[in-house]
Nanobody
Framework: EVQLVESGGGLVQPGGSLRLSCVASGFKFSNYIMGWVRQAPGKGLEWVSGINNGGGGVTNYADSVKGRFTISRDNAKNTVYLQMNSLKPEDTAVYYC????????????WGQGTQVTVSS
């Protein structure tokens, strides 16, 4: 059974930091491109960041988070991370971990999401 389990969300003040984790099981993690997608209240899904499946760990970010968020992966632990710094109220959303095998395809697998709330 394929599973993606996110953790690390919570309530943080503006300017604060959080580190999200996503543990994968049930598929060959190292073969998959991993990403983070978020959904703010009342809005659609927004792609946040992705990291490729190669050894080089090429990463990409949405303009809205570039310079503040960092994605990384540990293939030995089947885990992908999202380090979020300088958080803003507009970062408030449910954050989903996702996995896909092909670069330009839709994501194949999704986690259940973790809530991030940025508020004073």
């Amino acid at each position: 059974e394929v599973q993606l389990v996110e953790s690390g969300g919570g309530l943080v003040q503006p300017g604060g930091s959080l580190r999200l984790s996503c543990v994968a099981s049930g598929f060959k993690f190292s073969n998959y491109i991993m990403g983070w997608v978020r959904q703010a209240p009342g809005k659609g899904l927004e792609w946040v960041s992705g990291i490729n499946n190669g050894g080089g760990g090429v990463t990409n970010y949405a303009d809205s988070v570039k310079g503040r968020f960092t994605i990384s992966r540990d293939n030995a632990k089947n885990t992908v991370y999202l380090q979020m710094n300088s958080l803003k109220p507009e970062d408030t959303a449910v954050y989903y971990c996702a996995a896909k095998l092909i670069y330009k395809a839709d994501y194949d697998y999704w986690g259940q999401g973790t809530q991030v709330t940025v508020s004073s």
